[in-house]
């Protein structure tokens, strides 16, 4: 069943999308059903769930998701400006952000690294498919050099980030990286991420069916391979003294690429302190009584004391 | 009664630290002041200085014509001799100092020196322009022997003469403070209030006791009585109370001159107390303050708290509010309760970063593609900006859209000594509109079709919302279909037809003095202030105009504005820009035109002197465009 009023392609009751407007074979299918799933199996509570995306495809996100989460579609490049406004003013919501690699790591990319120093306590998916699908295919910051997908009028003439050590070296304290068409698997990772405190991010390797004739679902699924299945593999911080040499593991690990991709968990240290530990050692009172909700007012009267601080203006 | 004082030195000299002190110092005599700083772009080495005035009643603004300057440097002196009328306090240490020889004075200031002080026949030492003003101007002149003061205080303190040296602007202060003729004790309080480490408390009460030991009183000025509570508030600790007493519980920013320092205030005093009104009772509340990468990211964050229902803010400059402008679109486009306090400087680009300007009122009010509704509105005193940072935030969630509120850098780094009573704390109200809490609507349409435009917000976490910078539905969802569009632009638009209507149009003006006048004066922003003080002094010479204060552009308060113009013969818009923008703003509401111009945009505050003699040639001689120059 088709329900207009509910906003254009959205069905909403039952679980099921009748339509949206990704190509079919899309790597996003796979990211929302394992984002979906996710917040499920979690058992958050969908009204404090708050999706930030960007621009692009991966933007409509918000748009399609199939639980009553809230949606915020914002700019190209400033979801996380948004996420970060959103969760340090009300501490209590769940803030997921999803953006393109174009998106999060081009035109939003001062952004992303700055994030990095603040290690807010959100998850950051970034959707990394070689290039900007929505304006037809121009190679994306991960595109390598050299290559040519099907639109490239001339092969890719900028080299590539490496989303993988870029946030580790940025200070995000939960790095991974996921495949699309391995939902289960992606799923798993996103319920860490989200449970993780901090700011986490995963690169999720996304082919593109449309415009990206390189990094297809053939090519990733015969090389990604799962790094959890190596026993020796471990990316967990947990003590300071190790932290130097997890970063550095993992950010070697992240530079394999080829006949091999890993994907999995990189990265993960919860002894560095969140923003919102930090706001609340200089204002005790944030995580107890958060802007949220915070009283202002009483019948329109300001409830807020202000007779210290012209106090401190006063001339006698 | 006005006196107009200043004091000049390098930056970083403590030139704006010993403003204070003496202006306090006076304040406690039971006198009024106005104040204000100009400075380089520049950390240190620059010259700075600080003009203010002293009255019975507070006064609004300074002169370009100063009664006393104090100095302890050559290039206060080169720069300023003048703008004396009556006393210059020097060092004698520079005497010999030559024009040519300071370095950080600018080589066209230099050229203006050396070239006046030669066509007057005289050389180009401080000595020469002491001379010049002694025999030419009448002015009186005090040297001052700083080394053998900075010497003794040394030796009474028991710290090296290098220690000492810090205390030469309190020298410099305390020599032309006891020219007032006020009690000495009212200027040593100043001091041990403001020096809180023992030893500067020390160093500076002996300079200033052994430099008013040397002067004899001049002004005598009587000390009035001082019964009523004065607080010294400048613009952009205002605006930043202002903020906080509104209940604003989140500000983002990015470090720019001169809008910064409202947010480090702010971050300063972060956690406040909220009182409960029943009970009585004090609880912490804490106002997160986030220093952002950049300005895209300071508005976004706001934007993004304020989907929460916190009050939320930004505060910057013109090239910050550039970068902003993507940011304010998005905000536009969700109807998002979103105040930015827009402290105007000098631009275009970098511009004059620490000089004044009104040349961005249009920038508020067309930034941004596509058309969206915004309210803009502009302070014009230190105790405006106070009620416009709540203001800002009432107007922002009743009609859901970006409210800029403006602050040019004249009122932002002045300040006022004034009764706290004038702030009228007892009449600010918190009006937050049609906020839904604890909706059991699984589904807010978010975005309904209203009768005023107006839809209902609940914010996120309460119950499912949506947003996006795309057109779309009323729940939200990207919609393009032609039909939606058409009534979802109106429903947006609509909100400014219905702030319009409900915001009183004489709260969006002040009107003062004579309204029968046939000169009507136009303004906005800081100019006020000398406009005010220019108008009472001509008064006595038969000239008694109407002025006309706009306190909002957008809405713009377009009935009341033809009705107060009718008839008039002069229009005069005066303000800080090239243009004359404030007049295109009420031609294009009104169709009304102003007939003369007073304009200034060299970067300096307007002053009530170069005012009145600008309203003089327009009123007396019909000049029809008058550019003010005051100002070093």
């Not at chain 1, 190679?139 to 390598?144: F, I, N, R, V």
């Not at chain 1, 690429?257 to 706001?279: A, K």
């Not at chain 2, 002196?77 to 240490?93: A, C, G, P």
């Not at chain 2, 902003?324 to 000098?346: D, K, Q």
């Amino acid at each position: 069943m088709f329900k207009k009023e509910k906003g254009g392609w959205f069905y909403m009751a039952g679980l099921k999308v009748e339509w949206n407007d990704w190509c079919p074979g899309c790597g996003n299918f796979g990211i929302l059903s394992a984002e979906q799933q996710a917040i499920q199996e979690l058992g958050l509570d969908p009204k404090k769930v708050v999706l930030v995306s960007g621009i692009g495809c991966s933007g409509k996100i918000p748009h399609f998701i199939r639980l009553p989460a809230s949606g915020v579609h914002t700019l190209h490049g400033r979801a996380l400006t948004f996420a970060i406004g959103i969760k340090l003013a009300n501490p209590s919501l769940e803030v997921i952000v999803n953006g393109g690699d174009g998106d999060q790591l081009g035109i939003g990319v001062g952004h992303f690294v700055s994030a990095g120093r603040r290690n807010v306590d959100l998850t950051v998916i970034v959707h990394n498919n070689g290039v900007y699908g929505l304006t037809k295919g121009q190679a994306s910051p991960t595109l390598k050099l050299g290559v040519k997908t099907k639109s490239l009028p001339k092969p890719n003439i900028n080299s590539d980030i490496n989303p993988i050590a870029l946030a580790i070296s940025s200070g995000y304290t939960f790095v991974a990286r996921g495949y699309a068409y391995d939902v289960k698997h992606l799923k798993e990772i996103i319920k860490k991420a989200i449970k993780h405190k901090g700011l986490a991010m995963i690169d999720v390797l996304q082919p593109c069916p449309t415009y990206n004739d390189i990094h297809t679902k053939e090519y990733y699924d015969k090389r990604v391979y799962k790094l959890d299945e190596d026993p020796s593999w471990d990316p967990i911080v947990k003590k300071p003294e190790e932290m130097d040499d997890k970063m550095s593991k993992a950010i070697l690990k992240s530079m394999e690429w080829g006949d091999r991709i890993p994907i999995g968990i990189f990265y993960q240290n919860e002894l560095v302190s969140t923003y919102e530990q930090r706001i609340a050692e200089r204002s005790p009172s944030y995580l107890d009584n958060p802007p949220a909700h915070d009283v202002i007012e009483f019948e329109g009267k300001p409830t807020t004391d202000v007779e210290d601080i012209l106090k401190e203006r006063r001339v006698t | 009664m006005r006196i107009s004082w200043m004091i000049g030195g390098a930056q970083g000299s403590g030139v704006d630290t010993s403003a204070n002190i003496f202006g306090n110092a006076v304040a406690a005599s039971g006198y009024y002041i106005y104040g204000n700083r100009e400075y380089y772009s520049n950390i240190k080495g620059r010259h700075s200085y600080f003009n203010l005035t002293i009255s019975d009643k507070p006064p609004r603004s300074i002169a370009q014509q100063i009664e006393i300057l104090t100095s302890f440097d050559a290039e206060t002196i080169f720069q300023h001799f003048n703008e004396v009328k009556d006393v210059l306090i020097y060092s004698t240490e520079v005497e010999n100092t030559k024009a040519e020889q300071v370095q950080s004075m600018e080589p066209e200031i230099t050229e203006h020196v050396v070239k006046f002080l030669k066509e007057k026949g005289y050389g180009t030492t401080v000595k020469d322009v002491i001379n010049y003003l002694k025999k030419e101007k009448g002015v009186k002149v005090i040297p001052i022997d700083y080394m053998e003061i900075l010497k003794k205080v040394a030796d009474q303190a028991k710290v090296q003469l290098s220690v000492a040296d810090r205390a030469r602007n309190t020298i410099a202060i305390a020599a032309s403070y006891k020219l007032l003729g006020l009690k000495e004790q009212y200027l040593i309080n100043s001091i041990t209030r403001t020096f809180r480490q023992e030893v500067f408390a020390k160093i500076n009460t002996i300079a200033a006791q052994l430099a008013m030991q040397q002067i004899q009183p001049m002004y005598n000025l009587p000390e009035l009585p001082n019964n009523e509570e004065k607080i010294n508030l400048d613009g952009n600790t205002a605006a930043a109370i202002g903020k906080i007493y509104g209940g604003l519980r989140f500000q983002s920013y990015y470090p720019i001159t001169p809008a910064s320092d409202e947010s480090v205030f702010i971050e300063a005093h972060q956690t406040v107390f909220t009182v409960d009104p029943k009970t009585g009772e004090k609880r912490k509340s804490t106002i997160v303050v986030v220093q952002a990468e950049d300005e895209l990211a300071a508005i976004n964050m706001a934007s993004g708290a304020a989907l929460t229902g916190v009050r939320a803010a930004t505060a910057t400059s013109g090239p910050g509010f550039s970068l902003m402008v993507e940011g304010m679109g998005w905000a536009g486009m969700n109807e998002v309760p979103v105040v930015i306090t827009y402290y105007i400087r000098g631009g275009p680009s970098t511009g004059q970063p620490t000089r004044t300007s009104q040349a961005d009122l249009m920038f508020a009010l067309n930034a941004g593609h596509g058309e969206f509704p915004r309210i803009v509105i502009a302070s014009g005193d230190h105790v405006e900006a106070f009620h416009d940072g709540t203001w800002a935030l009432n107007l922002a969630q009743k009609y859901q859209t970006p409210v800029i509120h403006l602050v040019d850098k004249a009122l932002a780094n002045s300040y006022s000594i004034i009764p706290k009573k004038t702030l009228g704390m007892e009449n600010i109200r918190i009006e937050k509109g049609k906020i839904v809490i604890n909706t059991n609507t699984p589904e807010l349409k978010r975005f309904e079709i209203t009768e005023d435009g107006i839809s209902p917000f609940a914010p996120l976490g309460t119950a499912r919302v949506h947003y996006t910078g795309d057109e779309h539905d009323e729940y939200g969802f990207i919609a393009e279909a032609s039909e939606n569009r058409e009534k979802m632009y109106e429903k947006r638009i609509k909100k400014l037809m219905t702030a319009d209507k409900e915001i009183p149009e004489e709260s969006r003006v002040n009107v003062y003095g004579n309204t029968d006048s046939k000169v009507a004066i136009i303004t906005w922003g800081s100019p006020k202030g000398a406009i005010l003080d220019a108008m009472e002094e001509l008064e006595n010479e038969g000239i008694k105009p109407m002025l006309i204060q706009i306190r909002m552009f957008s809405p713009f308060p377009k009935n009341l504005m033809r009705k107060l113009l009718n008839g008039k013969e002069f229009i005069i818009d005066v303000e800080s820009n090239y243009f004359g923008q404030a007049g295109e703003v009420l031609k294009l509401n009104t169709g009304i035109e102003p007939t003369h111009y007073i304009l200034k945009w060299n970067g300096r505050p307007m002053m009530r002197d170069e005012v009145k003699e600008g309203i003089k040639a327009v009123v007396q001689k019909g000049e029809r465009r008058v550019v003010l120059h005051g100002g070093a």
